[in-house]
T-cell receptor
Framework: EPEVTQTPSHQVTQMGQEVILRCVPISNHLYFYWYRQILGQKVEFLVSFYNNEISEKSEIFDDQFSVERPDGSNFTLKIRSTKLEDSAMYFC??????????????FGSGTRLTVV | QKEVEQNSGPLSVPEGAIASLNCTYSDRGSQSFFWYRQYSGKSPELIMSIYSNGDKEDGRFTAQLNKASQYVSLLIRDSQPSDSATYLCAVIRWNGGATNKLIFGTGTLLAVQP
């Protein structure tokens, strides 16, 4: 079964450092998303991406965040200057349709980001 | 008012029983409804999707949707200890854009007792 692949699985970084989280969506999917889940809290939408541009972003997705699809397979989330409150599990997701289908979104296994 | 509300639980049921998980949503414009299962430290895994009022069955799982009451539920028949997880209700509201985000509830923790 096709998978969304995320690397690394766990990243520890010092406050103020830049981090890049990487994702390889399912190959025939066109819509890409980043979500995050702070420990013990709900899964929150960060940003969606389609046709090489951001389609929608949440209030969380401020100027410290950026996304990129540098080639035909990778989808990255960059946090420019990490804060302690950025510590969370970050999930990449992809879908072949815009959501109004039975397939929903397929989530990657996540990257646990710990900011110290 | 939260967009998607779930009882956080834990909901404890004996093995073999029916587990009933409930979810309400606030936006009547919501059009697509999903149940995800999330094991501790893992990513959400899609179990069921439903779009029309009524019931939808898939194996041991039945999703129920009542748009008038803004209510979605998930029934798990013959519950197994391996079903113990957090069940996330999620909705999509069509916003006219190219993408439509999933809005999650906080999840209900289900514990199936052997």
């Amino acid at each position: 079964e096709p998978e969304v692949t995320q690397t690394p699985s766990h990243q520890v970084t010092q406050m103020g450092q830049e981090v890049i989280l990487r994702c390889v969506p399912i190959s025939n999917h066109l819509y890409f998303y980043w979500y995050r889940q702070i420990l013990g809290q709900k899964v929150e939408f960060l940003v969606s991406f389609y046709n090489n541009e951001i389609s929608e972003k949440s209030e969380i997705f401020d100027d410290q965040f950026s996304v990129e699809r540098p080639d035909g397979s990778n989808f990255t989330l960059k946090i420019r200057s990490t804060k302690l409150e950025d510590s969370a599990m970050y999930f990449c997701a992809s879908s072949e349709a815009s959501g109004l289908s039975s397939y929903g979104y397929t989530f990657g296994s996540g990257t646990r980001l710990t900011v110290v | 008012q939260k967009e998607v509300e779930q009882n956080s639980g834990p909901l404890s049921v004996p093995e073999g029983a029916i587990a009933s998980l409930n979810c309400t949503y606030s936006d009547r414009g919501s059009q697509s409804f999903f149940w995800y299962r999330q094991y501790s430290g893992k990513s959400p895994e899609l179990i069921m999707s439903i779009y029309s009022n009524g019931d939808k069955e898939d194996g041991r799982f039945t999703a129920q949707l009542n748009k008038a009451s803004q209510y979605v539920s998930l029934l798990i028949r013959d519950s197994q200890p391996s079903d113990s997880a957090t069940y996330l209700c999620a909705v999509i509201r069509w916003n006219g854009g190219a993408t439509n985000k999933l809005i999650f509830g906080t999840g209900t923790l289900l514990a199936v007792q052997p």
